[in-house]
């Protein structure tokens, strides 16, 4: 009597860079991914909508050209090739395919479980090299301490210095120093605050310190004014974005985890549109609101006076808040209460500013070129501001103002709100 054979077992076992067989459960993963990558028709109704197909003109570089590679290799028929890991690494995660697509097919899994087994394919030394370096970006308590060196950089005119001495147009160096110069701006020390029979959770992430700083401070004043008993339990908890995207879905979740049993019990607001996004992925935390829609969803003490701003502003809707929460409506809603603004959407460019969490490090050239599509409006007609729900986001498009001599704040659009309400009577 011949044995039941597993449907796996069919499934070509690509060797590792190690040279090992897959395990039975990276089979299993591979044919969900399969699966899912098989829903795409490649139909091409996501190419004009792909940032990096749009700046490219590469099918590899699109959507459905992507997924055309995860099927080869996949299957057994292409090997990882640095050709190979490039095309599918200049994804920027935007998902404005999964938007457009009549299909619906889930590119956002399909990348990330690729990335999930090109991670585990890896040498152990390299997986545990990401993890260290990813462990140190997404520790809150590391990042407070690392925002002092921005401020200094900043401060103390080092910026300047890189530029007269050319340092700044230096690959390697480049988008570290437009991030340096940005963050140094707005890194702001946090610290738990928990004001008597607070009842509602602020959410800062790994970057609340180093890249929000300003905009959290914004926050507790336009909540005080609201009689709103906010408080921030602990300043360390990251959603676990980087992990996943990068291709450690288990560290993302044990992330994601603490996150759960840290705010679980409690209403959570956030300030950073992707964090928001990446946290609802749990059930305990579906109900997690990003802060403009939340402002936008309470009631106002009718005493409030709201002070006029005949300032210009454009609103940027990072790709997370679009794609991922459904749009910020909210967000003009609530810059609508100021008498006087003058707010309109920021011209979309190509869809992308190319920020992407880590990918304005890891593809600087490519980041620049998204960010230059996005500002170039922008410098014909000059706003006063530009605001952003996502610190990734403002950091990379303050940077790109700077580079470009343009005087124009970006701020976290909480910020505005702040500022109208003036101080305390």
Not at 191 to 219: H, K, Q, W, Y
């Amino acid at each position: 009597m011949n044995e039941p054979t597993d449907p796996l077992d069919d499934i070509p076992r690509l060797k590792t860079s190690t040279g090992d067989r897959r395990s039975h459960s990276q089979a299993r993963a591979t044919h969900e991914l399969l699966q899912l990558a098989d829903q795409c028709v490649k139909c091409g109704l996501c190419l004009p909508h792909c940032p990096t197909f749009q700046q490219a003109r590469q099918e590899a570089d699109s959507p459905r050209g992507r997924i055309a590679l995860i099927q080869g290799w996949a299957g057994g028929h292409l090997a990882m090739t640095p050709t190979l890991a490039g095309h599918l690494d200049g994804c920027l995660g935007c998902l404005n395919c999964e938007r457009v697509c009549p299909s619906e097919v889930a590119y956002g899994r399909i990348a990330d479980q690729a990335k999930a087994l090109r991670t585990a394919a890896l040498p152990a030394p390299r997986r545990t090299l990401m993890r260290l370096a990813l462990g140190a970006l997404s520790n809150a308590r590391l990042m407070g301490r690392f925002a002092r060196v921005p401020r200094l950089y900043r401060r103390l005119g080092l910026a300047r210095l890189a530029e007269l001495l050319g340092l700044d147009r230096i690959h390697a160096l480049r988008p570290y120093h437009r991030m340096a110069t940005a963050m140094g701006a707005v890194a702001r020390p946090i610290a738990p605050r928990n004001p008597e029979r607070a009842n509602i959770d602020l959410f800062l992430g790994c970057m609340g310190s180093a890249a929000e700083g300003r905009a959290v401070e914004a926050t507790l004043k336009v909540a005080a004014r609201l009689n709103l008993r906010i408080c921030i339990v602990s300043p360390d908890t990251c959603c676990g974005a980087m992990f996943r995207h990068n291709g450690l879905p288990a560290e993302a979740d044990a992330q994601r985890d603490a996150c759960v049993r840290v705010h679980g019990e409690r209403p959570l607001v956030g300030l950073a549109s992707a964090c928001i996004a990446e946290l609802r992925g749990d059930p305990t935390l579906r109900d997690t609101l990003e802060l403009c829609a939340f402002l936008d969803g309470v009631e106002w003490p009718q005493t409030l006076r709201i002070r006029p701003d005949r300032r210009r502003v454009l609103v940027h809707e990072p790709c997370s808040h679009r794609n991922q929460l459904g749009g910020n409506a909210a967000v003009h809603r609530l810059l609508k209460r100021i008498p006087g603004l003058a707010v309109a959407p920021m011209p979309p460019g190509q869809g992308c500013c190319g920020a992407a969490g880590t990918y304005l490090l890891r593809h600087p050239v490519m980041a620049e070129a998204l960010l230059a599509d996005l500002l170039a409006p922008v410098r014909l007609d000059t706003p006063d501001v530009i605001v952003t729900t996502n610190p990734g986001c403002a950091l990379h498009l303050a940077a790109g103002v700077r580079k470009a001599g343009l005087d124009i704040a970006v701020l976290h659009p909480v910020e505005l709100i702040a500022a109208a309400l003036g101080p305390e009577p």
